[in-house]
T-cell receptor
Framework: AQSVTQLDSQVPVFEEAPVELRCNYSSSVSVYLFWYVQYPNQGLQLLLK??????LVESINGFEAEFNKSQTSFHLRKPSVHISDTAEYFCAVSDRGSTLGRLYFGRGTQLTVWP | GAGVSQSPSNKVTEKGKDVELRCDPISGHTALYWYRQSLGQGLEFLIY??????PDKSGLPSDRFSAERTGGSVSTLTIQRTQQEDSAVYLC???WGQGGAGELFFGEGSRLTVL
């Protein structure tokens, strides 16, 4: 089974500042990687995913994440955050060859963007 | 409906009672998942359905937990003889095929409180 570590439970930043939310996973077995976001009073939504190909993946709202196999990391970054980015962010991993939708989640990082 | 629908949104019950939680997935999604989100454990996988079959139920924490899916659509998660440690938010998700290339669509969850 995978273990996913999100190193920061809370990240407060000011608007327009850059942010990095860190995620590490335990296994070197081939994996699929995801970031999900949960806005207040809403369900989890897929933000971005890495399945194969380019190790740098991007979302439509300016977030990006880079798969680093040697460091077993999938950190999420945004160069300039907005107040509307305030949400809880979950990193998730799925083992290739197992149930694809069986995700192992980190404990989540609460991103709070202040004006 | 347009999204994954779960009911009830909130359920308060007494220890020892049985509860049923319902999930109505996105129309046409063949895969359905139940997850549990609790303060102590984060997000945990419970069970996966493909159609009406459950090829992976390895996440169910005890034999008090069961789930079924009928007509390849609605699913019910049943918890018998509830215990206080069952208190959590129970999330349902659905996807195209097996995992839908990793994109799960989550409902807003059913918050269960066991007194």
């Amino acid at each position: 089974a995978q273990s996913v570590t999100q190193l920061d439970s809370q990240v407060p930043v000011f608007e327009e500042a850059p942010v990095e939310l860190r995620c590490n996973y335990s296994s070197s077995v081939s994996v699929y990687l995801f970031w999900y976001v949960q806005y207040p009073n809403q369900g989890l939504q897929l933000l971005l995913k890495y399945l194969s190909g380019s190790t740098l993946v991007e979302s439509i709202n300016g977030f990006e994440a880079e798969f680093n196999k040697s460091q077993t990391s999938f950190h999420l970054r945004k160069p300039s955050v907005h107040i509307s980015d305030t949400a809880e962010y979950f990193c998730a991993v799925s083992d290739r060859g197992s149930t694809l939708g069986r995700l192992y989640f980190g404990r989540g990082t609460q991103l709070t963007v202040w004006p | 409906g347009a999204g994954v629908s779960q009911s009830p949104s909130n359920k308060v019950t007494e220890k020892g009672k049985d509860v049923e939680l319902r999930c109505d997935p996105i129309s046409g999604h063949t895969a359905l998942y139940w997850y549990r989100q609790s303060l102590g454990q984060g997000l945990e996988f419970l069970i996966y359905f493909q159609g009406n079959s459950a090829p992976d139920k390895s996440g169910l924490p005890s034999d008090r937990f069961s789930a079924e899916r009928t007509g390849g659509s609605v699913s019910t998660l049943t918890i018998q003889r509830t215990q206080q440690e069952d208190s959590a938010v129970y999330l349902c998700a659905s996807s195209w095929g097996q995992g839908g290339a990793g994109e799960l669509f989550f409902g807003e969850g059913s918050r269960l409180t066991v007194l």
